[in-house]
């Protein structure tokens, strides 16, 4: 079998610069364009989140009633700008979202923190959005099974989960597949005292704010998309969608990145508005989409999305494996 490893691609260097150029032409978007899905169920752009004229366009009839946010981490993209550049950066798509989520609507983003260095930015982010109309609900942290090794610090293995409400949106209970085993939580009931396993016939605890149960995306797992770093887990999103939006709500995500908002969407009747400013990352979401439709994979386990274009290409080479 052969195994096709992209480089990472939202940086742009010498070493994915002549990738890069080689794999733009086969992009359907260019900068403002849109691509509506064939079968009517998701919308596909080639924008940028700051972009409130682009993302109004968008959104023409409906707003939408939940919005997943994944951007960039000021760690790699925006290594040479200051913190209070990206925060700037980050409050201007953070209105655009206000602007075109519905008056009752739920909006999540992944944000990290760098241990070594402040924790910057999450600290920075939270105190701008206690600025916004945004009301803050829950700080969840997903656990990674795979951390960053380290002999002098505690190892990282979390993953930052922001959760905020405008208005009043919906809110269904979720469970983990981790069994109920755990006796305690005496309450008396009627006159009698009841554990909390006796109290909720649900055979699986809920999730907290501390996600557990969650497997972080790495190279092995079919849903892994080369190319695509700190890819964030189908189930994690779909654990997201499912609790704070209704079968058929349009669910909206400005960094489209690897399209994983997209698939859970696709998976769980949502409706998908989704853009990235990097063409190539919105082609990856239309053609993540499309491979799904085809063979129900839900990614490139060890190939990737440009295999049959890379095939020509002089400076790729294809690794073998057993």
């Not at 794999?23 to 752009?45: Q, S, T």
């Not at 951007?71 to 209070?84: I, M």
């Not at 909390?196 to 016939?201: Q, V």
């Not at 400013?277 to 989409?289: G, K, N, S």
Request: net charge positive.
């Amino acid at each position: 079998m052969q195994y096709q490893p992209l480089p990472r691609l939202d940086i742009v260097s010498d070493d994915t610069a002549n990738i890069r150029n080689y794999l733009l032409p086969f992009c359907r978007l260019k900068p403002g364009d849109i691509w509506y899905d064939p079968e009517g169920r998701h919308l596909v752009a080639c924008g940028d989140a700051v972009d409130t004229a682009f993302i109004r366009k968008l959104f023409p009839d409906s707003p939408a009633e939940l919005a997943i946010q994944d951007p960039p981490y000021n760690l790699a993209v925006f290594a040479k700008r200051s913190v209070s550049e990206f925060i700037h950066w980050c409050r201007k798509w953070v209105y655009n979202s206000f602007d075109i989520l519905s008056d009752n609507a739920a909006f999540y983003v992944w944000l990290g923190a760098d241990q070594n260095n402040h924790f910057q930015p999450l600290p920075q982010f939270m105190a701008m959005m206690a600025e916004t109309p945004f009301k803050s609900r829950s700080f969840i942290t997903m656990r990674n099974q795979r951390g960053y090794g380290t002999q002098k610090n505690w190892m990282a293995v979390r993953q930052e989960l922001l959760y905020y409400e405008k208005g009043k949106p919906p809110f269904t209970v979720q469970y983990t597949d981790i069994p109920k085993i755990l006796r305690g939580y005496y309450r008396m009931v009627r006159g009698k005292r009841t554990e909390n396993i006796e109290r909720s016939l649900a055979p699986t605890i809920r999730p907290g704010n501390v996600w557990v149960d969650v497997q972080q995306v790495f190279y092995r797992m079919e849903e892994n998309v080369n190319g695509c770093y700190a890819q964030k887990p189908l189930k994690a999103i779909e654990r997201i969608i499912q609790a704070s939006s209704a079968e058929g709500a349009t669910v909206t995500d400005f960094f489209a990145h690897a399209g994983t908002t997209l698939i859970a969407c696709e998976r769980t009747g949502r409706k998908c508005v989704t853009f990235d400013i990097d063409p190539l990352f919105a082609e990856i979401t239309i053609r993540r989409l499309e491979q799904y439709r085809a063979t129900g994979k839900a990614g490139w386990q060890r190939s990737n999305p440009f295999e049959k274009e890379l095939r020509n290409y002089h400076g790729y080479i294809l690794e073998q494996s057993a």
